[in-house]
């Protein structure tokens, strides 16, 4: 997505478009925390938690970032009660499907990451339609981390690589980190700058284990279902007033 100024009007004055994040990652934790503080059953929080992500997705649009991660569902959350796993992958199919002609709108480029053969058929072919449907899409890239762990796509693409050097394709010093990523599921996409995490919980939760590396990480005590533009506001003051060494030291 490119930072035209058009792009850029609602922008809040105290930050600096030339240093904004240009891919941006979320862990969306909170929605039941929220729900039970309010005395609502669990899955109110993660309706209430679609918003919040449409919010952010377009907020970061709006403020000219070019791509948003998301983690929607990882291979853990299998392990929740069966009646909230069933919900949530109704929910995920009912929002591609209500929000597919919003996203060619706005030219939203939506794309999943994860092992996507395990999920429900009927979620697999919304899935498969909307990415087919926005590939060509010149907006901001959304990339949906669902039924996503980041260690089995480390070990995936361990294999892969492997099962290349067997057959002969490239030999074991051809391997390198470039060569690495190419094998996993966000091989074309850019690492994230900047990891949010609401809730409050200090920890990656098995996501973008090798993405993250060098990733600012911001954490907040807020719930997902109230983070909206104030809190991304103040999660994008703090990553400006961060300095990206990369492991380096100034001079």
Same mark, same amino acid.
């Given at each position: 997505?490119?930072?035209?100024?058009?792009?850029?009007?609602?922008?809040?004055?105290?930050?600096? *478009?030339?240093?904004?994040?240009?891919? %941006? *990652? %979320? /862990?969306?934790?909170?929605?039941?925390?929220?729900?039970?503080?309010?005395?609502?059953?669990?899955?109110?929080?993660?309706?209430?938690?679609?918003?919040?992500?449409?919010?952010?997705?377009?907020?970061?649009? @709006?403020?000219?970032?070019?791509?948003?991660? #998301?983690?929607?569902?990882?291979?853990?959350?299998?392990?929740?009660?069966?009646?909230?796993?069933?919900?949530?992958?109704?929910?995920?199919?009912?929002?591609?499907?209500?929000?597919?002609?919003?996203?060619?709108?706005?030219?939203?480029?939506?794309?999943?990451?994860?092992?996507?053969?395990?999920?429900?058929? !009927?979620? $697999? !072919?919304?899935? #498969? $339609?909307?990415?087919?449907?926005?590939?060509?899409?010149? +907006?901001?890239?959304?990339?949906? *981390?669902?039924?996503? +762990?980041?260690?089995?796509?480390?070990?995936?693409?361990?294999? #892969? &690589?492997?099962?290349?050097?067997?057959?002969?394709? &490239?030999?074991?010093?051809? %391997?390198?980190?470039?060569?690495?990523?190419?094998?996993?599921?966000?091989?074309?996409?850019?690492?994230?700058?900047?990891? /949010?995490?609401? =809730?409050?919980?200090?920890?990656? !939760?098995?996501?973008?284990?090798?993405?993250? *590396?060098?990733?600012? /990480?911001?954490?907040?005590?807020?719930?997902?279902?109230?983070? @909206?533009?104030?809190?991304?506001?103040?999660?994008?003051? =703090?990553?400006? $007033?961060? @300095?990206?060494?990369?492991?380096? /030291?100034?001079?």
């Amino acid at each position: 997505m490119t930072t035209q100024p058009s792009l850029l009007q609602q922008l809040p004055p105290d930050l600096d *478009a030339n240093r904004l994040p240009k891919q %941006v *990652a %979320v /862990i969306m934790d909170g929605n039941g925390r929220w729900a039970r503080q309010r005395g609502f059953p669990r899955v109110m929080g993660h309706r209430k938690g679609v918003d919040a992500l449409k919010g952010l997705l377009r907020c970061c649009r @709006d403020w000219g970032i070019g791509g948003l991660t #998301a983690y929607a569902f990882s291979t853990e959350n299998w392990g929740r009660p069966s009646e909230e796993v069933d919900f949530l992958m109704t929910l995920f199919e009912r929002v591609l499907q209500r929000e597919l002609a919003e996203m060619m709108t706005e030219q939203v480029r939506i794309r999943f990451v994860g092992n996507l053969i395990a999920l429900p058929e !009927s979620l $697999q !072919s919304a899935i #498969a $339609q909307a990415m087919a449907q926005t590939a060509d899409n010149t +907006g901001i890239e959304f990339t949906v *981390a669902t039924n996503y +762990g980041g260690r089995q796509e480390i070990i995936s693409a361990c294999r #892969a &690589i492997a099962q290349e050097v067997q057959k002969g394709e &490239i030999t074991p010093e051809q %391997v390198n980190e470039e060569l690495f990523a190419q094998h996993l599921y966000t091989a074309d996409l850019p690492d994230p700058d900047l990891l /949010i995490r609401t =809730s409050g919980e200090m920890r990656l !939760s098995n996501f973008l284990l090798w993405q993250l *590396a060098y990733a600012e /990480i911001y954490v907040t005590d807020t719930l997902w279902p109230d983070f @909206d533009r104030a809190a991304f506001h103040q999660a994008l003051q =703090s990553y400006q $007033q961060r @300095d990206r060494r990369f492991g380096k /030291i100034h001079q």
